[in-house]
């Protein structure tokens, strides 16, 4: 008689096939003495695994999977310092309302309850540590529970406004045998968002009146549907409102439009015509620090915001508060604006004091392209040029907290690709672990993972600073371990670039700015990844020669950029 040996199924593939019914392709994280269970049970699943060297890049790397392919980022942790060490990680994905279920280990059910047994990794309470940077938290304490928490964790994570969402699991939960049959189906549905009736009512009202409406498109217009970027764009040729995008909200609207501003909110004359609108129309975003150009914004109109985040309704501004997912809310409101005119080929005909809304955009591009000449600030420009020259249209990019993201910012023109950046939370050591993540999760949807590797997937860029690119020099072996298609663009100036620029605009002289760091192109080329060091005006052809590399690669341009003078302190 021949015996057929079966491996016991434990709480850890109650995780995995849970995760693989909703839909997951890929986990990010690192192994962890409690968390070895999850580990174990994913060696007999068809999930890829992405590891990385520090806990808060495999958070970062979550995030950039989740936002070049439109799904959930999973991480796995484990307990104690590995959780800890993930959250600066998980607030960028957090401020940034980024999908992503995180599972993390915990210490045994005996050393629960804040009881000190001095176990490994224990802590007083762990959730409580995630409840600044997640949405939800869950505990599972009996394997029985581990799918529905998984599944509600999921919906959590989708549900607008999306974000991270936390669920530990004890050691021995996870490595305990079960008698739950394995996970063949489940389901998560985000709780739906659509904006109330009255309120899109009262909103349209306003705009059908208005002569000199503006519309400020933020970070929920590019979270929403594809098709939330189409609404946005009849809704302003409805109105024949300028645009402009937030740093987050980069894209929402076509950058060569005539009615758009860029993403120029850090430009006093850009400030000027939205304080002038008579209707401001805010979808997606809180007109927060940087959008209302330092709160220096002072809108004389009445205005609409609309937001899926109750906490961000008039929380700078008094507004008519529309609770709803952008996308929703803008196809509601052209539908109203159409039912009213009946075609885009006859909109209201803005009056801005004798001036048509497509020549006040002129103008006012115009005015800050006046500023900017008056600053001696060619080379920052040519160099961002250089880089958007070199960069394929579709080509999805990532940017550090550094001085060349800030340009970014307010000028990079995405084209038909997207623009990440870490503005949410500010922390450093952003782009090139999420752009790790990209290039995996691009690889998951062109399925390359039949090949094997993720060379073959379209590139994307990561643009980081010698001092940022410290945070996660360590990723490049992760990089190389797993084929990711990432050319990483260091910018190194010698220190913290932006303190430096601001120590010395507030004190005359900078302080603890100035930093020691190695021979990028030799630490490249140590981890087997080709590296090379140009000046500046090389930067373009540098790049292109990367991009036609498969795999990882690093240019780096030593270079001081500087910023253009504030015009929020004029």
Same mark, same amino acid.
């Given at each position: 008689m021949i015996t057929h040996h079966r491996t016991p199924r434990n709480g850890g593939d109650l995780v995995i096939e849970t995760l693989q019914a909703l839909g997951a392709r890929t986990v990010f994280g690192i192994p962890g003495q409690h968390a070895l269970g999850l580990f174990d049970a994913l060696s007999r699943s068809e999930l890829r695994y992405v590891s990385s060297r520090v806990e808060n890049n495999a958070a970062f790397a979550a995030d950039g999977y989740a936002r070049a392919t439109g799904e959930v980022g999973v991480l796995f942790l484990s307990t104690g310092p590995g959780a800890l060490t993930s959250l600066s990680g998980l607030q960028e994905a957090y401020a940034t309302a980024v999908p992503m279920v995180v599972v993390a280990s915990q210490i045994p059910l005996s050393g629960l309850g804040a009881r000190r047994k001095g176990m490994l990794h224990q802590l007083d309470d762990q959730k409580a540590s995630a409840q600044n940077v997640t949405k939800t938290q869950f505990s599972v304490h009996h394997a029985s529970g581990i799918p529905s928490a998984i599944q509600d964790a999921w919906a959590a994570a989708i549900t607008v406004p999306q974000g991270p969402v936390w669920v530990e699991v004890p050691q021995d939960v996870l490595l305990g045998e079960v008698l739950v049959p394995p996970v063949e189906d489940a389901l998560a549905v985000p709780y739906d968002h659509p904006p109330r009736q009255e309120l899109i009512e009262e909103a349209v009202r306003w705009l059908a009146t208005s002569r000199r409406t503006a519309i400020v498109a933020g970070g929920g217009v590019r979270r929403s549907t594809r098709d939330a970027r189409r609404h946005l764009l009849r809704v302003a040729e409805l109105l024949d409102a300028p645009v402009v995008c937030t740093p987050g909200g980069n894209s929402a609207f076509p950058h060569d439009h005539r009615l758009s501003l860029g993403s120029w909110v850090e430009d006093r004359h850009v400030t000027d015509l939205l304080e002038d609108a008579e209707v401001l129309l805010v979808v997606g975003s =809180?007109?927060?620090?940087?959008?209302?150009?330092?709160? *220096? #914004?002072?809108?004389?109109?009445?205005?609409?915001?609309?937001?899926?985040?109750?906490?961000?309704?008039? =929380?700078?501004?008094? *507004? #008519?508060?529309?609770?709803?997912?952008?996308?929703?809310?803008?196809?509601?409101? =052209?539908?109203?604006? =159409?039912? %009213?005119?009946?075609?885009?080929?006859?909109?209201?005909?803005?009056?801005?004091?004798?001036?048509? %809304?497509?020549? $006040?955009?002129?103008?006012?591009?115009?005015?800050?392209?006046?500023? $900017?000449?008056?600053?001696? #600030? %060619?080379?920052?420009?040519?160099? $961002?040029?250089?880089?958007? %020259?070199?960069?394929?249209?579709?080509?999805? *990019?990532?940017?550090d907290m550094t001085i060349a993201a800030y340009w970014g910012w307010n000028c990079w023109d995405a084209q038909s690709g997207e623009f990440h950046s870490a503005q949410g939370a500010g922390g450093l050591g952003y782009a090139f672990p999420a752009a790790i993540g990209g290039a995996v999760g691009l690889a998951d949807l062109a399925d390359a993972p039949q090949a094997g590797t993720v060379e073959s997937a379209p590139g994307v860029l990561a643009v980081a600073g010698d001092g940022s690119a410290m945070y996660s020099i360590a990723e490049l072996a992760s990089a190389q371990q797993h084929g990711a298609n990432v050319t990483w663009l260091i910018v190194d100036d010698g220190g913290y670039g932006i303190l430096r620029d601001y120590m010395e605009g507030a004190f005359g002289r900078a302080t603890a700015t100035e930093l020691y760091r190695p021979d990028f192109v030799a630490l490249a080329r140590s981890f087997g990844v080709p590296a090379e060091e140009v000046p500046a005006e090389e930067v373009g052809p540098a790049l292109s020669r990367a991009f036609n590399r498969p795999g990882p690669a690093v240019v780096v341009v030593r270079t001081l950029l500087r910023m253009w003078a504030p015009s929020h302190l004029e």
């Open positions: =809180s007109l927060g620090e940087v959008t209302s150009n330092y709160f *220096t #914004l002072e809108p004389r109109g009445r205005l609409i915001q609309v937001d899926a985040e109750p906490r961000v309704l008039e =929380s700078n501004f008094p *507004t #008519l508060g529309v609770r709803a997912d952008a996308g929703q809310a803008l196809a509601a409101i =052209s539908a109203a604006l =159409s039912a %009213a005119q009946p075609g885009v080929e006859d909109p209201l005909r803005a009056d801005w004091h004798g001036r048509s %809304a497509s020549e $006040l955009v002129a103008e006012t591009l115009r005015r800050v392209e006046s500023r $900017l000449e008056g600053q001696e #600030l %060619a080379r920052e420009r040519r160099f $961002l040029a250089d880089i958007r %020259a070199a960069v394929p249209a579709e080509m999805q *990019t990532y940017w």
